[in-house]
């Protein structure tokens, strides 16, 4: 398997970066983050306010953007955004 150059990695975190900020507008919400857990294939994107909405809104919020896109998690994970501590 090819080595990732660096601006490959560059390109995938942008995308990243626009997968959250776009899901984080969709919520109206003023803070998302996210990180990738590689020995799983994951990505967890936290999400402000997520905790006050019901699972099937969340879904019908997300599931068209989730739907578009083009990267290859096994899965991606939304959650409220808790405090770092």
Do not use: W
């Not at 900020?21 to 990505?43: I, M, P, W």
């Amino acid at each position: 398997m090819a080595e990732l150059e660096d601006a490959d990695y560059e390109a995938y975190e942008q995308d990243i970066e626009l997968l959250v900020d776009t899901l984080r507008k969709c919520f109206e919400a003023e803070k998302a983050r996210y990180s990738v857990v590689g020995h799983q294939n994951t990505l967890y994107i936290e999400i402000e306010g997520l905790d006050e909405l019901d699972p099937e809104t969340i879904s019908e919020v997300a599931e068209p953007v989730l739907d578009e896109l083009d990267m290859d998690f096994d899965e991606i994970s939304l959650l409220p955004l808790k405090n770092k501590r």
